[in-house]
């Protein structure tokens, strides 16, 4: 008879074993009362495992429910749908290859190798999708040798698969299954088909985009948002890298072992380079209109480094630029409004002094100079930092921040004064065709090696800020991203077997029995695909070298 204790509170007493699953089924008002209405588990987490939730319960055990509106659901509801997707095709279309590679507005981006979709190939499989969710098929999950997935992804001609088993340091691989389709999966996928009922399919050339069910209520469909310029920087990238002759993590871990690495860095890196130079070349076209440079982004994208590098190449150009920083006009915390956790909010841009920041950069833009003020983190007041400004001809001003492309913060100068820029890290390189790293994870390990190394905090803090960081970025940072003039992606393809240095032996020091441990597991999941990579051929002036240190920038 299982004792079943939940979140170290709960106990539930049950007369025979059961799975996961049919445990949720018995106890609906009690999962009602922990999640809410809109919101339901997708995963179980048992001591130090995370498991689908067909795990069977025969003996006494401490669990504790994993739920679609964390990080970590969200990713098995992502990967879930992809199975379906893929699952329908091969029934549909069976000579067709399924390739889903980013995510895209709420959506998932994918394509199929070597055919380019019609309208009606789409709804075909959205109605196989849909059928095979009302019937509610179990998915089954099943622990094989690595020898014997090998033979099955040879069978099914998945050469994503086989080359990537060989970078698959344990002997036993998971797979999931319906009937006699396979797929391997590092997380965890839901328990059944039923599961995932709420999508919809929209052609979108030369691929289709998959849209996922609403964050803010899960019954219906999200919806969906074309950005222009986003899908562009991912293509671009996805050129980068086939230049590059990399597809999928197992290439990189080739190129590694190939001992060609360093070309691939030295490439990627002259990448970005040529990227900058090209943006600093479209600035200096617009002069003498243009007097502002705006940049702007999510946290950890490297927006720092980028405005560095952007200086050296307008100087360059003859330009020199006046460097403002947005973070130093924050009002006093009298000022500031709290979060829901009782913080201050410095993630709200009514937190700046904006009628100070227009006031300065009107008496910029006609002639005049100031003194830029400083704001003093620690005491958390603005002081004076002796640094006067103006100016002068072939002078524009630099402003970062992640608010830089609102238009209420810099409302006073006139759009064709402004240029805009948004940097994000578009993170392009799957593990294989269906298993993705999402493009926010990138971001994540940045912060959590750059905050442990420079900040004081440790790997607990990075993830348990990180979703307040993100709802703040979706509430006030993407939104804002259509009013670039371009978007640079500051991903670079190797910075994975890089980061697994510095982030893995402070992931593995996250307990079990905490509440980030399921974060920690599962980027620990994506870094094991990788091999680990030496910080030495990294450049002074890399992007990467904010986060890991080394850089010949001051920050």
Same mark, same amino acid.
């Given at each position: 008879?299982?004792?079943?204790?939940?979140?170290? =509170?709960?106990?539930?007493?049950?007369?025979?074993?059961?799975?996961?699953?049919?445990?949720?089924?018995?106890?609906?008002?009690?999962?009602?009362?922990?999640?809410?209405?809109?919101?339901?588990?997708? &995963?179980?987490?048992?001591?130090?495992?995370?498991?689908?939730?067909?795990?069977?319960?025969?003996?006494?055990?401490? #669990?504790?429910?994993?739920?679609?509106?964390?990080?970590?659901?969200?990713?098995?509801?992502?990967?879930?749908?992809?199975? #379906?997707?893929?699952?329908?095709?091969?029934?549909?279309?069976?000579?067709?290859?399924?390739?889903?590679?980013?995510?895209?507005?709420?959506?998932?981006?994918?394509?199929?190798?070597?055919?380019?979709?019609?309208?009606?190939?789409?709804?075909?499989?959205?109605?196989?999708?849909?059928?095979?969710?009302?019937?509610?098929?179990?998915?089954?999950?099943?622990?094989?040798?690595?020898?014997?997935?090998?033979?099955?992804?040879?069978?099914?001609?998945?050469?994503?698969?086989?080359?990537?088993?060989?970078?698959?340091?344990?002997?036993?691989?998971?797979?999931?299954?319906?009937?006699?389709?396979?797929?391997?999966?590092?997380?965890?996928?839901?328990?059944?088909?039923?599961?995932?009922?709420?999508?919809?399919?929209?052609?979108?050339? /030369?691929?289709?985009?998959? @849209?996922?069910?609403?964050?803010?209520?899960?019954?219906?469909?999200?919806?969906?948002?074309?950005?222009?310029?986003?899908?562009?920087?991912?293509?671009?990238?996805?050129?980068?890298?086939?230049?590059?002759?990399?597809?999928? @993590? =197992?290439?990189?871990?080739?190129?590694?072992?190939? !001992?060609?690495?360093?070309?691939?860095?030295?490439?990627?890196?002259?990448?970005?380079?040529?990227?900058?130079?090209?943006?600093?070349?479209?600035?200096?076209?617009?002069?003498?209109?243009?007097?502002?440079?705006?940049?702007?982004?999510?946290?950890?994208?490297?927006?720092?480094?980028?405005?560095?590098?952007?200086?050296?190449?307008?100087?360059?150009? !003859?330009?020199?630029?006046?460097?403002?920083?947005?973070? *130093?006009?924050?009002?006093?915390?009298?000022?500031?409004?709290?979060?829901?956790?009782?913080?201050? *909010?410095?993630?709200?841009?009514? &937190?700046?002094?904006?009628?100070?920041?227009?006031?300065? $950069?009107?008496?910029?833009?006609?002639?005049?100079?100031?003194?830029?003020?400083?704001?003093?983190?620690?005491?958390?007041?603005?002081?004076?930092?002796?640094?006067?400004?103006?100016?002068?001809?072939?002078?524009?001003? @630099?402003?970062?921040?992640?608010?830089?492309?609102?238009?209420?913060?810099?409302?006073?100068?006139?759009?064709?004064?402004?240029?805009?820029?948004?940097?994000?890290?578009?993170?392009?390189?799957?593990?294989?065709?269906?298993?993705?790293? /999402?493009?926010?994870? &990138?971001?994540?390990?940045?912060?959590?090696?750059?905050?442990?190394?420079?900040?004081?905090?440790?790997?607990?803090?990075?993830?348990?800020?990180?979703?307040?960081?993100?709802?703040?970025?979706?509430?006030? @940072?993407?939104?804002?991203?259509?009013?670039?003039?371009?978007?640079?992606?500051?991903?670079?393809?190797?910075?994975?077997?890089?980061?697994?240095?510095? &982030?893995?032996?402070? #992931?593995?020091?996250?307990?079990?029995?905490?509440?980030?441990?399921?974060?920690?597991?599962?980027?620990?999941?994506? $870094?094991?695909?990788?091999?680990?990579?030496?910080?030495?051929?990294?450049?002074?002036?890399?992007?990467?070298?904010?986060?890991?240190?080394?850089?010949?920038?001051?920050?």
């Amino acid at each position: 008879m299982p004792n079943v204790e939940i979140r170290g =509170a709960i106990r539930i007493w049950e007369e025979s074993p059961l799975t996961a699953k049919e445990l949720i089924h018995k106890n609906q008002e009690l999962m009602k009362n922990l999640f809410g209405d809109n919101d339901i588990p997708v &995963a179980v987490r048992i001591e130090n495992q995370i498991e689908d939730l067909n795990y069977l319960i025969n003996d006494d055990v401490r #669990l504790d429910f994993i739920n679609i509106k964390s990080n970590f659901g969200r990713r098995v509801w992502e990967r879930s749908y992809i199975f #379906l997707l893929n699952l329908a095709c091969e029934k549909v279309f069976p000579d067709l290859k399924v390739v889903v590679e980013h995510s895209y507005h709420k959506s998932l981006y994918g394509r199929f190798r070597n055919y380019i979709p019609k309208q009606r190939d789409l709804e075909l499989i959205e109605e196989k999708m849909k059928e095979l969710a009302e019937k509610d098929i179990p998915i089954e999950k099943i622990i094989v040798p690595k020898e014997e997935a090998l033979k099955i992804f040879e069978e099914r001609k998945e050469e994503d698969k086989i080359r990537l088993l060989k970078y698959i340091s344990s002997p036993q691989i998971p797979l999931y299954k319906v009937e006699n389709h396979y797929e391997y999966s590092y997380l965890p996928l839901v328990p059944s088909t039923g599961y995932l009922k709420i999508f919809s399919l929209k052609l979108y050339q /030369p691929g289709f985009v998959l @849209v996922l069910p609403d964050d803010k209520d899960l019954s219906k469909v999200s919806e969906f948002k074309e950005i222009v310029r986003l899908f562009q920087a991912f293509y671009e990238y996805k050129n980068w890298l086939e230049i590059l002759g990399l597809v999928d @993590v =197992a290439s990189l871990n080739s190129a590694i072992e190939r !001992g060609e690495i360093s070309d691939v860095i030295k490439v990627a890196e002259a990448l970005h380079e040529k990227k900058i130079v090209q943006i600093a070349d479209e600035i200096c076209s617009r002069l003498p209109d243009l007097k502002l440079v705006l940049i702007a982004g999510p946290s950890s994208a490297g927006k720092t480094t980028f405005s560095k590098r952007l200086q050296i190449q307008l100087k360059v150009n !003859g330009i020199k630029p006046q460097v403002i920083e947005m973070d *130093d006009y924050f009002l006093p915390p009298e000022y500031i409004g709290r979060d829901e956790f009782g913080n201050y *909010d410095f993630d709200n841009p009514k &937190a700046l002094d904006i009628k100070l920041l227009n006031e300065h $950069l009107i008496i910029l833009m006609n002639g005049g100079e100031v003194e830029l003020p400083k704001y003093n983190f620690q005491r958390k007041r603005r002081e004076k930092s002796g640094k006067i400004i103006k100016l002068e001809e072939r002078s524009l001003i @630099v402003m970062e921040g992640i608010h830089g492309l609102n238009p209420e913060i810099t409302s006073c100068v006139p759009g064709y004064m402004k240029y805009h820029i948004f940097v994000s890290a578009l993170t392009h390189l799957n593990i294989d065709n269906q298993n993705r790293v /999402p493009t926010t994870d &990138a971001r994540l390990m940045r912060r959590i090696v750059r905050d442990s190394i420079f900040r004081g905090y440790g790997v607990l803090d990075s993830i348990r800020q990180w979703p307040s960081v993100r709802k703040a970025e979706d509430l006030y @940072v993407f939104p804002t991203q259509e009013r670039a003039d371009v978007m640079f992606n500051s991903a670079l393809v190797y910075e994975f077997s890089v980061l697994r240095n510095f &982030a893995e032996p402070m #992931l593995r020091a996250v307990p079990p029995y905490y509440p980030e441990y399921p974060e920690a597991k599962r980027i620990l999941d994506i $870094l094991s695909h990788f091999l680990p990579l030496s910080p030495t051929e990294v450049p002074m002036t890399s992007i990467l070298r904010e986060f890991i240190g080394g850089s010949s920038f001051t920050y």
